[in-house]
């Protein structure tokens, strides 16, 4: 049975697309799950660890007022990190992920295992909240799971 990442690698190459990634919480995780499909080299273009917030403006071109407002784990900087992505690489897809792992609950008091997921395909943002549970290797690896899928749902919604 096909994987989700085997067939986010599938679809995108069907389409002529490519995607980039932006990660906080999750390390990696998530682009490592897209290269780790056979001919994901043909698909994956590049994919960043933006773990500070002085890297998510610097690099992404997260609105520091929107961290400040919103906070670091909220939709609407996961929005701006995937659509930072896409400005910076060109890929019609782009996904990140910004969230607290744990194990302990953040300074302001959002819950450990709060993740939001950006999507940025062909201009167009969205964002998804979870509340995952376990320990912290529990959540991040449940986060890069989660983008995945909704990386794929992205490419594939009306089909």
Known sequence: METCSE????????????ISTAESCTGG??????????????????GYVTYSNRVKEKLLGV???????????????AEQMASGTQEKTGSELTVSVTGYAGPLDAADGTKAGT????????GESHAKGFLFEGDRKQ?????????????????????
């Not at 609105?63 to 900087?77: A, D, F, K, N, R």
């Open 63 to 77: 609105c520091p007022e929107t961290i400040e407002m919103y906070t670091v784990v909220s939709g609407q900087v």
């Open 29 to 46: 995780l998530v682009a490592a799950a897209i290269v780790d499909v056979p001919g994901a080299s043909d698909v994956f273009e590049e």
């Open 139 to 159: 959540i991040r690896m449940q986060a890069a799971e989660e983008a995945v899928r909704f990386a794929l749902e992205r490419i594939t919604e009306g089909e």
């Open 115 to 122: 993740v939001y997921i950006g999507t940025c395909f062909q």
């Open 7 to 18: 067939r986010l690698v599938r679809e995108l190459k069907e389409k002529g697309f490519h």
